[in-house]
């Protein structure tokens, strides 16, 4: 073998061991990136004892001894949820752990719709009471009408079994095109009718109403930020807008908010200029990320009044917070909830989710709104101490969390870290906030409908219109209810010429008006006697609103 021969293979043996010690490192870093993506806690469904699933993991090893070795029985899957639990509760208020059985109801209030038989009810004593079938779902096509009372589902008689809401609302409900029988009583029969009802996709509307106000000014209020909320409040819009829209009044109290994607979308509808930032997001391992407009409105809008109140959080204080930065319009009400965190969800293998929050969104100035949660107990009892402390009542009582200044673009001053101040406040009514009201007020609708099972003839030639101006609920109507009441347990009476009577005869005139003119009919009524929607319409009456308000 000549010397050009023997020098590559020297050579070979001098490298080949890099080569290796190379690959070697290679694999613990690839190995290790990997390692990342591993959940933190696995949950190991074998039923049968593997001496290799000791090396899951520290938690997974103490579940699993504590399950071996316990003098007592355990139920290893509580364990495993008080643990996740424990971890997650360590962490903020809002990343949560969500059961498998628990998922699809959580799902459902989001995607904005489920599968069931499409009927709103009531219980009457400890019976099953249709209030309407939904226009167009499975139950009015079966033929189910508002009165009957649902007796019997499948093959078990329910009425007397005083069943919870939501017990009856999962017999009801299944998978889209499976059947449920149902055994109806009709008034005036002694025969139970019996129905076979074919599942379907139910929507769950997220938009309650959208209507007029005056000539010139909408209402639109919204209850959650789902999947479907962006096109229902387009479709409302384009009503509106058919009808004369100029002003919108976007009544966003106690919608504890939802899908961002939906706020921005909304958002892009009240400005006319393109890539205006809207909101952004940033967190520990989640890069920045700009929501802008589009700079496509589809319809002409004027002046913005945006209702706010304690429970309104989250997607519902990005579109206060933007609103406001940019002095596109108004915010009225009260201070906002507060949160500004941003969650994602994961599904675990069995089958439950983890909704884990990875980042903060920004208002436009830079504000974030989150209020403090390093202690969970004060941060669920911020609302009612903001009660106690009277600053719901007077905007000289609101706590500023973060005096970090922050400025609109007009070069108004703006603060954060503790939710969305109101550019104007209007306190609560401390007669809604009584426990009395409160009480009395849960029996309304129960008293509302069998009055109008007895009394539907006469409002036959009511418009809303005509209801709305010219029916007023006597004392006569409002003494039945008190002793409706009486019956259910409401022994304490309010005074006469209290304010309590007032606002008690005028819930049950909207929830009539609601009876026979669906949302619209109950929100056209309620809100004669709403101070927060009297105010923005008298801030509305003024040539510039904002100019009105911030001098």
Do not use: C
């Amino acid at each position: 073998m000549d010397n050009q021969q023997r020098r590559p293979l020297e050579a070979s043996k001098i490298w080949m061991p890099l080569a290796l010690a190379i690959v070697l490192v290679v694999g613990i870093l690839i190995g290790g990136r990997l390692q990342q993506f591993v959940p933190a806690v696995y949950i190991d469904r074998a039923d049968e004892y593997d001496t290799q699933a000791w090396k899951q993991g520290t938690i997974e090893e103490l579940i699993r001894y504590v399950e071996a070795k316990y003098v007592d029985s355990t139920d290893r899957r509580a364990l495993t949820e008080a643990a996740i639990n424990t971890i997650l509760n360590d962490l903020d208020p809002h990343s949560s752990y969500i059961p498998a059985e628990e998922l699809a109801e959580v799902n459902d209030q989001l995607e904005g719709n489920f599968d069931g038989i499409g009927v709103e009810f009531l219980m009457l004593e400890d019976t099953i009471v249709v209030v309407a079938p939904m226009a167009g779902g499975p139950s009015e096509a079966a033929g189910i009408l508002a009165g009957d009372k649902i007796v019997q589902i499948e093959d078990s008689i329910i009425v007397g079994k005083n069943l919870k809401t939501e017990a009856i609302i999962n017999m009801l409900r299944g998978e889209k095109g499976s059947e449920v029988g149902i055994g109806v009583l009709r008034a005036g029969e002694k025969q139970i009718r019996k129905f076979r009802v074919k599942r379907d996709k139910i929507p769950v509307h997220s938009v309650e109403v959208a209507y007029m106000l005056n000539k010139n000014t909408g209402y639109i209020k919204i209850n959650r930020f789902s999947a479907t909320t962006y096109e229902e409040f387009m479709k409302g819009l384009e009503t509106l807008s058919a009808k004369g829209l100029k002003n919108v009044i976007l009544d966003l109290r106690y919608n504890p908010g939802g899908y961002l994607q939906q706020a921005t979308n909304m958002l892009s509808q009240f400005f006319k200029e393109k890539d205006k930032l809207l909101v952004y997001t940033q967190g520990r391992t989640v890069s920045r990320t700009e929501y802008k407009t589009t700079g496509r409105p589809s319809f002409d809008i004027d002046n913005v009044v945006v209702l706010i109140d304690e429970g309104s959080a989250s997607a519902s204080e990005i579109i206060a917070g933007a609103i406001q930065d940019h002095d596109r319009g108004l915010i009225v009400g009260r201070r906002s909830f507060g949160k500004g965190l941003v969650q994602e969800q994961y599904r675990l293998s069995d089958g439950s989710a983890l909704r884990l929050t990875v980042a903060r969104y920004y208002t436009p100035s830079g504000r974030s709104i989150q209020k403090p949660y390093k202690d969970n107990a004060a941060y669920e009892e911020d609302v009612f101490k903001r009660y106690e402390a009277g600053e719901l009542f007077s905007a000289d009582k609101t706590v500023v969390k973060d005096s970090t200044k922050f400025y609109t673009s007009g070069g108004h001053v703006v603060f954060g870290g503790g939710g969305i101040s109101p550019d104007v406040f209007v306190p609560v009514d401390s007669t809604l906030m009584s426990d009395l009201y409160l009480e009395l007020r849960q029996h309304v609708s129960g008293f509302v409908f069998n009055y109008m099972q007895q009394h539907e003839k006469r409002f036959k030639d009511y418009q809303l219109a005509s209801f709305r101006n010219n029916f007023y609920t006597s004392d006569d109507v409002y003494n039945q209810f008190i002793k409706y009441a009486d019956a259910k347990g409401v022994k304490k009476k309010p005074k006469e010429g209290t304010s309590i009577k007032k606002e008690i005869k005028h819930f049950i005139k909207a929830r009539i008006s609601r009876h026979l003119f669906n949302e619209e009919g109950f929100y056209t009524v309620w809100n004669d006697a709403d101070n927060v929607v009297k105010k923005a319409v008298e801030l509305l009456g003024n040539p510039d609103p904002i100019a009105a308000v911030k001098k």
